[in-house]
């Protein structure tokens, strides 16, 4: 089974460029999770997808950052404009719907540099 | 939504000694999980603990957990330099997502 695909693994752009990350979660998995993992901290999840609908994005700070999963499988997160903070690692997870355990499948993340 | 708080921060040993990590939380949960993440790498499950079980082990992994208590620990046996990596729990109940705390980590010296 192939795991969670991310790209591109490393971007570094100026503040106020915009950046778009993608991923492409286990194939059947209807739950998809993008996380900002900022430096000697845990994951922070950004927003969480069923399919195509968001079901949780009250952390996404929305006037920079979008995301979309229009057919349901992968996803994009965009940052536009990119600020010095937004330095981190995106990481996306997902998992099957219907897991009683919850457990989360990571691609290998995203890192950004914002100079 | 509950985050997990793992303890020490960090951890320095010598390869071949057993590295014991805790989580506490504060509300009830159906099951608790432990991530590792490498360096430069996405978070892998290692093992889940539901809440009517008290002790489970995966090879060199033994987890316990204490409901009354509200916590968990993690005990890597003979540990190796592979091993070197950020330890993260993650209390779960339904309808709740994962709040993940700043992790453990555990650093295995050759």
């Known amino acids: 089974e192939a795991g969670v695909a991310q790209s591109p693994r490393y971007k570094i752009i100026e503040k106020r460029q915009s950046v778009a990350f993608w991923c492409n979660p286990i194939?059947?998995?209807?739950?998809l999770y993008w996380y900002q993992q900022i430096l000697g901290q845990g994951p922070k999840l950004l927003i969480q997808?069923?399919?195509?609908?968001?079901?949780?994005d009250s952390q996404l700070p929305k006037d920079r950052f979008s995301a979309e999963r229009l057919k349901g499988v992968d996803s994009t997160l965009k940052i536009q404009p990119a600020k010095l903070e937004d330095s981190a690692v995106y990481l996306c997870?997902?998992?099957?719907?219907?897991?009683?355990?919850?457990?989360?499948?990571f691609g290998p993340g995203t890192r950004l540099t914002v100079t | 939504s509950q985050q997990g708080e793992e303890d020490p921060q960090a951890l320095s040993i010598q390869e071949g000694e057993n590295a014991t990590m805790n989580c506490s939380y504060k509300?009830?949960?159906?099951?608790l999980q432990w991530y590792r993440q490498n360096s430069g790498r996405g978070l892998v499950h290692l093992i889940l603990?539901?809440?009517?079980?008290r002790e489970k082990h995966s090879g060199r992994l033994r987890v316990t957990l204490d409901t009354s208590k509200k916590s968990s620990s993690l005990l890597i046996t003979a540990s190796r330099a592979a091993d070197t990596a950020s330890y993260f729990c993650?209390?779960?109940?339904?309808?709740?997502?994962?709040?993940f705390g700043p992790g453990t980590r555990l650093s295995v010296l050759p």
């Open positions: 509300t009830s949960i159906n099951n």
């Open positions: 997808f069923q399919n195509n609908g968001v079901v949780d």
């Open positions: 194939s059947g998995h209807a739950t």
């Open positions: 603990i539901r809440s009517n079980e």
């Open positions: 997870a997902s998992r099957t719907t219907g897991q009683v355990t919850y457990e989360q499948y």
């Open positions: 993650a209390p779960w109940n339904y309808g709740q997502n994962f709040v």
